[in-house]
């Protein structure tokens, strides 16, 4: 089976076109449902419902009505002898699957859980205070950092199960101090019941595991229900549903980003290797839905990395699945030079992306929207993916030209403190009167002038 993946020639006049498309494809979207999936949701809700429609109706049943609904919904979608017994892990479940576990995992779970401590530690932002002084007015200003005192945390386990994104994204949040951590996870055999994941939890000290998935487990974090208090903030990659729940619940709590099928832009040059390309590709596309795309100026790399996917995707387990997405989702594109290789990899603002040329320290300049960004020929993705200390957990869509990557950082809330002595608030008074008779706010120049007028 020929692999039919796009190719794009930025010298050719449908360059544009074509590459309007591939963005438009990557772009969030929450009203693409397949055939199947749409007869899906007739035969659970009567009707053929968007996945946004789907989403609020779940939400607002959550929201208004509690824990029932949560159950049902879980019946319903996941497991259909869900009980409310089962709907938290048991410290002794945990304990257990610690206990069962392999050590040499265990061994990599600890190193792994100190590397993502070590960095996120690093770039914590710390408090900051200045004092102006002049004679006796003394001003002093502070910014404040405290960390949130509840996170929810989603957890995929459908397909897969994934106890990287427990570390990815719990240490993190520990590493900024959160006291209450509450993980969600589907209950399925890749979720709630894996050995592996819930020994990844026991290993990082989280007792609050609870065994629900989609946008059900969203509202259940971001409403409370009976046994699942509320929480602050909810991270996590997931499903569609999943991303669209994140979006209807923000505003009554925070989320981290609404994220979409994972990407790889490889940005390569002559000195590349079309294996490791291929590769690198395809290690984004088996997430299934995945996006691979290869942008070069070399010319003979585009024919040498089509045929390296053909040669690895015939000898991979998900080989199939990677295939349909880099022919739906992926793309090879050759660029004029590197200027708008460039370019077009900004445009693209891509979740990961991949610089496989000599020095590629050179290019770091020229390229802004990113998730992250791994440089050189022996730095493939799944080293940010599991090991290196940045979490895995970023912006994807083209939302990399104004998003961040989760981290620390995002687990600590801000508050700015202002002191003033008297004679400072004094001093100060004029510019208050001056600016609240501009704007008519006559209470803001009286709540001063009664302190400076004694």
Known sequence: MSLKIPTIDCSLGNAE???AELRNKLSPRGDVVSEAGRQRTVELFGEPLSPQQVVERICRDVQSQGLEPLLNYSRLLDRPDFDVSDLRVSPEELAAAHAKADTEFLETVRQVRDNVMEFQKAILTEDVSIVRESGDARVELKQRYRPL???GICVPGGAAAYPSTVLMTAVPAQAAGVPEIAIVVPPTEF???????LATCHELGITEVYRVGGAQAVAALAYGVEGIPRVDKIVGPGNLFVALAKRYVFGEVDIDSIAG?????????ETA???YIASDLISQAEHSPGSGVLITWHAPLIEQVQNALETQLSQLSRGDLARKCLEDYGALILARDEDEAAELTDLLATEHLHLSMDHPERMLDRVQNAGAIFVGHFTPVAFGDYVAGPSHVLPTGGTARFANGLCANDFLKRSSIISYNEEACRRDAPNVRILADKEGLTAHRASVDIRVNE
């Not at 979720?191 to 994941?197: A, R």
């Not at 099928?261 to 040059?269: G, K, N, R």
């Open 149 to 151: 005192k509840r996170v």
């Open 273 to 275: 290797r079309p294996d």
């Open 17 to 19: 076109e074509l590459f």
């Open 191 to 197: 979720g709630g019941y894996n050995t592996d994941l």
């Open 261 to 269: 099928p994972s990407e790889v832009i490889v940005l390569a040059d």
